[in-house]
């Protein structure tokens, strides 16, 4: 028998982005499923609206083995980002940070398109 755990995060992950949309939950895990299907989705849990997905490698870092979650909000619903931060042999601190926020942006337009088609 399998058993879920509530929090699927791997011990070394931190939380990297929160994206806040004025949408249901299921809409916005709907919009992030056909948004992020070119990103390396897998594991896909509709039960607990939870994603891996890779972002590939660059000079300065990369990152891997990310998880994202979508929750209910006040108002809307959030898509929060974790995963495990790592450097490549040109890396740094910059480069994770330039990284993170360049795989931030494509996220949250991939899912923006994916709202609006």
Not at 60 to 66: A, P
Not at 71 to 78: F, V, Y
Not at 81 to 88: A, D, F, L, Q, Y
Not at 103 to 114: D, F, S
């Given at each position: 028998?399998?058993?879920?755990?509530?929090?699927?995060?791997?011990?070394?992950?931190?939380?990297?982005?929160?994206?806040?949309?004025?949408?249901?939950?299921?809409?916005?895990?709907?919009?992030?499923?056909?948004?992020?299907?070119?990103?390396?989705?897998?594991?896909?849990?509709?039960?607990?609206?939870?994603?891996?997905?890779?972002?590939?490698?660059?000079?300065?870092?990369?990152?891997?083995?990310?998880?994202?979650?979508v929750?209910?909000?006040?108002?809307?619903?959030?898509l929060?980002?974790?995963?495990?931060?790592?450097?490549?042999?040109l890396?740094?601190?910059?480069g994770?940070?330039?990284r993170?926020?360049e795989?931030?942006?494509?996220?949250?337009?991939?899912?923006?398109?994916?709202l609006?088609?």
């Open positions: 028998m399998l058993v879920r755990v509530a929090d699927q995060r791997i011990p070394d992950e931190v939380e990297l982005f929160v994206e806040h949309f004025d949408v249901a939950p299921e809409s916005l895990w709907t919009a992030f499923k056909r948004g992020a299907a070119a990103m390396d989705l897998h594991e896909v849990d509709d039960a607990t609206r939870t994603a891996r997905l890779s972002t590939g490698v660059t000079l300065t870092s990369w990152e891997d083995g990310l998880l994202a979650t929750t209910a909000a006040a108002s809307g619903a959030d929060v980002v974790s995963g495990r931060s790592k450097n490549s042999p890396g740094s601190d910059w994770q940070d330039f993170a926020h795989v931030q942006k494509a996220i949250r337009a991939a899912v923006k398109n994916a609006a088609g």
